[in-house]
């Protein structure tokens, strides 16, 4: 009996395994999940909110940092941000104010590894707090976000670095998160305290940047506060969509940089809501221990009330299809973008990617119904691709089996929805001539010695952990000719950049910017015409899929930014074997202020401390090392 037929056929869903034996020490996909807050008044003041002195000193922050209506035009690179912020500091009243005091949110994440068994299959995995998916960071927007990271990561020991998605890190580059970019890894036994402002507000997450680390359960969902483009009544919180590998991550890695014909690309296992779904274990073949009937992820819906859900793509690989059965979407934010609200009954969500959504509970009480999200079977690779939750009013019976039908959904396009629907809810037009513009073509062969690798532009990456590219150029050393497999591209002083890429591959890629939001100009499966979507109000995103091509006509995908952020930073392809594999390339802009920057000494003694450990330890580097 398959997966699906087992939790159709039940009379009952309770699972056979408790949440400690699955997820550890996460109650994510419980019903004892706390829900979110509008935001946090925690604020360690009189009665949980912000004195008048503290109101009035955050004002003024918020009006420096963000600028104030009304004020004028700042010179570029920063103007470029502020212009757009302002729109969102108008929608700021007094009242909300007072829950924005600009504190400081503190957590301690000690990383090591541990076994749980999500879906039934008892495995290794490396955990943030012993618990899957890792802990809920919270703060209001303009809160300082400050994360103390302990690796004890041991048998084998690991390097480690946390990636903070989508945050843009202006005033923080070195806090980014990526090791061989803006950091050393944080060796085993030593700890790194990342600290950085909450400087947009939404819903994102935050994972392990060091090889293909997260696939093996480094990561965990970030919720920044801030104000509401549409309303709703119940923020229902992250819910992570992930396919699942049984096996490690790092042997996974040495079969994707192993010499072909290996298997390629690897199949996920499974695919998970909130960290859970069942499994058969009749097809468990190398002896790993299996319970089934797991259990499911189970959410709660009131009557008559607008529920906030916070999509996150957290998978390895998946393109994913959300679906809720009897229900219609509402879509209000793309990663850190709110948009102009549409309906839908499919969420498409490439890796890395955030959509929130507002469902409305028109079912009648007591009603249950199925939380659907599947893996492309077009674009992505499953061997289990549909992962269940279930959804029960107020007044039903929690363990009851809901009879919900699935909804139909077209699985024929590896993209996003079309740009012409996804319209950001504050315009931020981008310019038609910008200052310099750069083609990248995405390819994929083998190299010299018969490894297949990808490329970009006919270079494909890897890191050197003990030298980051930052710091070099911090102490003014920008050019790299004796490196070029670090694949920079130094845009100097220049105030704006569009890129263009070219995807010459069979495969989709969802492509990640650090640093940024930028505007999505075009894409499409043929090469580009030129032709801008929306030039007046562009799609602006962190992630966006470029959908597959071919040798004779690659797809195409244009995106543009202002380098109003000076340093070096990533643009890749968030699937974690394509990364491995060397889909990687580094932006630098402002090359003059990075030069002007001061790195906080921690930085450095990280790299300290990671050439004392590598001096003794051989490091196991055997993909791009992201």
């Given amino acids: 009996m398959g997966v699906l037929e087992a939790i159709l056929t039940a009379s009952k869903l309770v699972a056979s395994l408790s949440?400690?034996?699955?997820n550890g020490n996460s109650q994510l996909g419980t019903l004892n999940a706390p829900l979110v807050a509008d935001f946090l008044t925690n604020n360690v003041c009189p009665h949980h909110l912000a004195s008048k002195s503290q109101t009035h000193s955050y004002s003024l922050y918020l009006k420096a940092f963000l600028g104030a209506p009304g004020q004028q035009q700042l010179p570029t690179p920063m103007s470029s941000?502020?212009?757009?912020?302002?729109?969102?500091?108008?929608?700021?009243?007094?009242?909300?104010?007072?829950?924005?005091?600009?504190?400081?949110?503190?957590?301690?994440?000690?990383?090591?590894?541990?076994?749980?068994?999500?879906?039934?299959?008892?495995?290794?995995?490396?955990?943030?707090?012993?618990?899957?998916?890792?802990?809920?960071?919270?703060?209001?927007?303009?809160?300082?976000?400050?994360?103390?990271?302990?690796?004890?990561?041991?048998n084998p020991q690991e390097g480690t670095a946390l990636h903070w998605h989508g945050i843009l890190q202006r005033a923080t580059p070195w806090y980014d998160g990526v090791p061989a970019v803006q950091q050393c890894p944080?060796?085993?036994?030593?700890?790194?305290?990342?600290?950085?402002?909450?400087?947009?507000?939404?819903?994102?997450?935050?994972?392990?940047?060091?090889?293909?680390?997260?696939?093996?359960?480094?990561?965990g969902p970030l919720i920044i506060h801030g104000p509401k483009n549409v309303a709703y009544d119940i923020d229902i919180g992250p819910v992570l969509l992930t396919d699942w590998y049984h096996d490690e991550y790092f042997e996974i890695v040495k079969e994707v940089m192993s010499v072909p014909p290996a298997p390629r690309p690897p199949f996920s296992d499974n695919n998970l809501i909130n960290g859970k779904m069942n499994y058969d274990c009749t097809t468990v073949t190398n002896g790993q221990a299996c319970t089934p009937n797991a259990g499911l992820s189970k959410f709660k819906f009131t009557p008559g009330k607008k529920h906030r859900l916070r999509l996150i793509n957290a998978s390895a690989e998946a393109i994913q299809r959300f679906t809720i059965d009897n229900h219609t979407m509402t879509v209000m934010a793309n990663d850190f973008v709110p948009i102009k609200p549409y309906e839908t009954n499919v969420v498409t969500v490439g890796v890395g990617q955030r959509t929130d959504v507002i469902v409305e509970a028109?079912?009648?009480?007591?009603?249950?119904?199925?939380?659907?999200?599947?893996?492309?079977?077009?674009?992505?690779?499953g061997n289990n691709p549909l992962a269940l939750a279930v959804i029960y009013y107020d007044g039903a019976d929690t363990t009851s089996v809901p009879t919900s039908v699935a909804t139909p959904f077209d699985d024929s396009h590896c993209g996003n929805?079309?740009?012409?629907?996804?319209?950001?809810?504050?315009?931020?037009?981008?310019?038609?001539?910008?200052?310099?513009?750069?083609?990248?073509?995405?390819?994929?062969?083998?190299?010299?010695?018969?490894?297949?690798?990808?490329w970009m532009n006919e270079s494909t990456f890897r890191a050197n952990y003990n030298h980051p590219i930052l710091l070099l150029a911090n102490m003014g050393n920008t050019s790299y000719p004796f490196d070029p497999q670090w694949n920079v591209y130094n845009f100097g002083n220049n105030n704006s950049v569009r890129v263009i890429v070219e995807?010459?591959?069979?495969?989709?890629?969802?492509?990640?910017?650090?640093?940024?939001?930028?505007?999505v100009l075009s894409e499409g499966p043929v090469p580009w015409d030129g032709t801008i979507n929306h030039i007046e109000n562009t799609q602006r995103r962190d992630v966006q899929i470029i959908q597959p091509g071919t040798a004779a006509q690659p797809s195409h995908l244009v995106i543009q930014y202002n380098t109003d952020n000076p340093g070096v930073w990533p643009f890749h392809c968030h699937i974690a074997w394509h990364v491995s594999a060397g889909l990687y390339v580094n932006l630098m802009e402002q090359t003059d202020l990075i030069t002007k920057r001061v790195i906080p000494d921690v930085i450095r003694q990280t790299c300290r401390d990671w050439a004392d450990y590598t001096n003794t330890t051989v490091v196991a580097e055997i993909d791009s090392g992201l």
């Fill in 186 to 219: 944080i060796p085993p036994g030593k700890s790194l305290t990342y600290r950085f402002k909450a400087d947009l507000y939404g819903t994102t997450w935050y994972h392990s940047h060091y090889s293909a680390q997260y696939a093996g359960g480094l990561l």
């Fill in 417 to 454: 929805d079309p740009l012409d629907k996804t319209i950001p809810f504050f315009p931020f037009p981008a310019t038609s001539t910008p200052e310099t513009t750069v083609t990248i073509g995405i390819t994929i062969h083998k190299n010299s010695t018969g490894y297949q690798l990808w």
């Fill in 362 to 381: 028109k079912l009648p009480a007591a009603s249950a119904v199925f939380m659907r999200s599947n893996i492309s079977g077009k674009c992505s690779t």
């Fill in 81 to 154: 941000h502020l212009r757009l912020v302002r729109l969102h500091w108008a929608m700021i009243d007094s009242t909300l104010l007072k829950s924005f005091v600009g504190v400081t949110r503190s957590y301690d994440f000690t990383i090591k590894r541990g076994f749980i068994a999500p879906d039934g299959v008892n495995k290794s995995v490396i955990l943030v707090n012993g618990q899957f998916p890792g802990p809920t960071i919270e703060a209001n927007w303009g809160d300082t976000i400050q994360v103390a990271v302990h690796n004890e990561i041991t």
């Fill in 503 to 519: 995807n010459h591959s069979g495969a989709a890629h969802p492509m990640h910017l650090h640093g940024h939001n930028f505007n």
């Fill in 19 to 22: 949440q400690t034996a699955t």
